[in-house]
């Protein structure tokens, strides 16, 4: 069935230093790409979106890669920061289904 | 999301009973999503709805009942088939997807135990 595998499970950097965070996805229909933050005992919380017809997208220290071949997608945070501790999930969807398909998360811990 | 209420915020479930969980959005969404979190993992979806009085089982739906009597409303109940209720059940919803698809918004969530 469809499946959105996501790496790493847990990623420690140092503050200041750039995290990246890569999925992979099964479906060639998908065309929705979104990426969620949350927080401990939170509501995730969407942080920033791609879509097919765009290889990138960005949005301040926050960017999306999409390689539509390869059937991945990146979540990239320059210049991190403590705030950005956090498990972020990426997703999948195409125009026809209304379920995304989540990946499992990542743990991301910013180190002082 | 501010638009996206739900409650209560915690929930205490005897053995055999059957509780419901309330999610009210003032977004004009069309669709509404539940989705169950256990502690350390993602999300499950168990039910969504694309219009009033209409909605489709999730991955994970066994145990668990829903309706949408009203476009802002979608509760859900945990009957006492699910044996394993304790989680974190987080509410969403969005546009609709005809205008291509668009993101999900989370309520707050409502964290059920068992008594």
């Known amino acids: 069935g469809e499946n959105v595998e996501q790496h790493p499970s847990t990623l420690s950097v140092q503050e200041g230093d750039s995290a990246v965070i890569k999925c992979t996805y099964s479906d060639s229909a998908s065309n929705y790409f979104p990426w969620y933050k949350q927080e401990l005992g939170k509501r995730p919380q969407l942080i920033i979106d791609i879509r097919s017809n765009v290889g990138e997208k960005k949005d301040q220290r926050i960017a999306v890669t999409l390689n539509k071949t390869a059937k991945h997608f990146s979540l990239h945070i320059t210049e991190t920061q403590p705030e950005d501790s956090a498990v972020y999930f990426c997703a999948a969807t195409h125009q026809l289904s209304y379920q995304l398909i989540w990946g499992a998360g990542t743990k991301l811990i910013i180190k002082p | 999301d501010g638009g996206i209420t739900q409650s209560p915020k915690y929930l205490f479930r005897k053995e055999g009973q059957n509780v419901t969980l309330s999610c009210e959005q003032n977004l004009n969404h069309d669709a509404m999503y539940w989705y169950r979190q256990d502690p350390g993992q993602g999300l499950r979806l168990i039910y969504y709805?694309?219009?009033?009085?209409?909605?489709q089982k999730g991955d994970i739906a066994e145990g668990y009942s829903v309706s949408r009597e009203k476009k802002e409303s979608f509760p859900l109940t945990v009957t006492s088939a699910q044996k394993n209720p304790t989680a974190f059940y987080l509410c969403a919803s969005s546009l609709d997807r005809r205008e291509s698809n668009q993101p999900q918004h989370f309520g707050d969530g409502t964290r059920l135990s068992i008594l």
């Open positions: 709805s694309q219009i009033v009085n209409d909605f």
